[in-house]
């Protein structure tokens, strides 16, 4: 069994205790994720099966989520599962000067990670060594966010903001959560947060642990395909006989004028219909009209 499954990640499980329940559903040694999900958030988290595991480093990096924002309240965390540092009403705060503010967060920015994070520093991981009560700094980073929508305003003394985000990968929606609070001078955290599109993947067609486990029962469980979220990546087809020799490691000359990371399949024999069927090989690199094999799924 090899391909992906859109996972819809339930509240209170880390990413690792999915790959665990999958791999244990499935009976499958060699299951792997794209984009952790922190365990208080929900949505789509990308399970590789089998060999697909080897193409998680070309899945894209854009993804989208809802998110909640408390104001008024800032914690350790930047989410509500950790201890509250301030809490300041702000009952007059109004939605255009969160919308202001919120049309700060655009394009590229530098953001400071939360220290609960899984960023490494010195090898070791920055929630580690938070809980241990050291205090390191924590190395800001470029990210990228593509469009911001306000879904929804709800008024209180701790009044919350819905939003709709896209982004690039490694942007951390809770750091948005506390730095547009310290923009508004009120305090900022997380909610809540369901991620609703990730690395080719998109809520609307994920399904549950619950789903994944009726569907074994009944033999209807099939996973999507190994190249279905690398539609990104152009494509060339190789007939039999350079198909052969670039699974076997040889470099073959292709007639493109185009350089990177490609999807590469084979022409096989014609269908019922006369149309030439093709079969996923894995990624290749090209460069100056060589293709040459970076991961090599099937044997031709």
Request: hydrophobic fraction near 40%; aromatic fraction near 6%; charged fraction near 20%.
């Amino acid at each position: 069994m090899q391909g992906f499954l859109n996972l819809n990640k339930p509240f209170n499980w880390t990413s690792h205790d999915c790959v665990a329940r999958v791999r244990k559903l499935l009976r499958l040694k060699r299951v792997g994720h794209a984009g952790t999900l922190d365990p208080a958030a929900t949505g789509v988290l990308p399970i590789a099966l089998g060999k697909a595991t080897r193409l998680l480093q070309y899945l894209p990096d854009n993804k989208a989520y809802k998110a909640s924002i408390r104001l008024g309240v800032q914690t350790t965390t930047d989410d509500l599962q950790g201890e509250i540092i301030t809490s300041q009403p702000c009952a007059e705060l109004d939605l255009a000067a969160v919308t202001n503010a919120m049309a700060q967060f655009k394009g590229k920015i530098i953001q400071v990670p939360p220290i609960y994070s899984a960023i490494q520093v010195d090898g070791k991981r920055l929630y580690d060594l938070a809980r241990k009560g050291e205090t390191v700094e924590v190395p800001q980073r470029t990210v990228e966010i593509f469009h911001t929508e306000i879904l929804d305003w709800r008024v209180g003394d701790f009044p919350e903001l819905d939003v709709a985000i896209t982004c690039g990968g490694g942007t951390y929606i809770r750091a948005i959560a506390r730095d547009l609070g310290a923009i508004l001078g009120t305090g900022g955290t997380l909610a809540a947060l369901i991620r609703t599109a990730s690395s080719g993947f998109d809520l609307t067609d994920s399904i549950t642990l619950t789903d994944l486990e009726t569907q074994i029962q009944s033999g209807t469980f099939q996973p999507s395909p190994p190249d279905t979220a690398l539609q990104h990546l152009p494509s060339i087809t190789l007939p039999p006989t350079a198909a052969q020799k670039w699974c076997h490691g040889q470099k073959m000359p292709v007639n493109e004028d185009f350089s990177g990371t490609v999807r590469v399949y084979h022409s096989g024999e014609p269908s019922v219909g006369g149309n030439l069927e093709t079969s996923f090989l894995g990624i290749g690199k090209l460069e100056e009209g060589i293709l040459v094999p970076a991961t090599v799924l099937e044997q031709c």
